[in-house]
């Protein structure tokens, strides 16, 4: 896929600590057919923290900005049960699944299988996950049939699950 001055991409990390992350940007120019100056919307440039971050990257590192969410489909149907996400943290949009939603404040609990993390967000720092594929956005396999339990507002979900991933849970919550 071709990009040219101007255009929304996504950088997507291939740093230790930082795989499947993706950061916005902005194509600045072209050096070669698969070489790319970007300057990146969040991120800021380490010994002068003003200055947004110009970087060159690989065609292969890059992907066009996914359209924007439909009228919050979310907040009115809701995520389900490990429906695949992005979670906006750390200045990009990490990949990870829904494992719950806290009733109290409608947060949902996103686990990252790169990290073990399971963190809660609220609906304004998600959004479906799309994969760019040949040239089109798709969305993975829907979750149907999948729902979120809950017992007197609080999630219970499924057990295995739970027991899976509670020893490595850092929880902590964004916008409470």
């Not at 489909?73 to 979670?87: C, I, P, T």
């Not at 699944?97 to 949902?108: A, Q």
């Not at 609220?122 to 040949?134: E, N």
């Not at 396999?141 to 979120?148: F, L, Q």
Request: proline residues 5%; contains cysteine; positive net charge.
């Amino acid at each position: 896929m071709s990009f040219g001055r101007g255009d929304r991409i996504e950088v997507c990390s291939k740093e230790p600590g930082f795989v499947g992350s993706y950061y916005a940007a902005t194509v600045v120019s072209q050096l070669r057919k698969d070489l790319f100056v970007v300057q990146y919307e969040n991120l800021v440039e380490e010994n002068n923290h003003t200055q947004l971050l110009v970087e060159t990257v690989r065609q292969n590192e890059v992907r066009p900005a996914p359209p924007p969410p439909q009228v919050n489909v979310a907040a009115a149907s809701g995520f389900r049960y490990l429906d695949q996400v992005d979670a906006f943290d750390n200045d990009g949009w990490w990949v990870g699944k829904i494992t719950g939603r806290r009733g109290s404040d409608g947060h949902y609990f996103v686990y990252f299988e790169t990290t073990g993390d399971e963190i809660a967000y609220p609906l304004s720092r998600l959004r479906a996950h799309l994969d760019w594929v040949k040239g089109k956005w798709v969305s993975p396999k829907i979750n149907k049939g999948k729902r979120m339990v809950y017992i007197g507002g609080e999630y219970i979900g499924d057990q295995k699950r739970q027991r899976m991933i509670s020893s490595n849970i850092i929880s902590y919550v964004y916008g409470a």
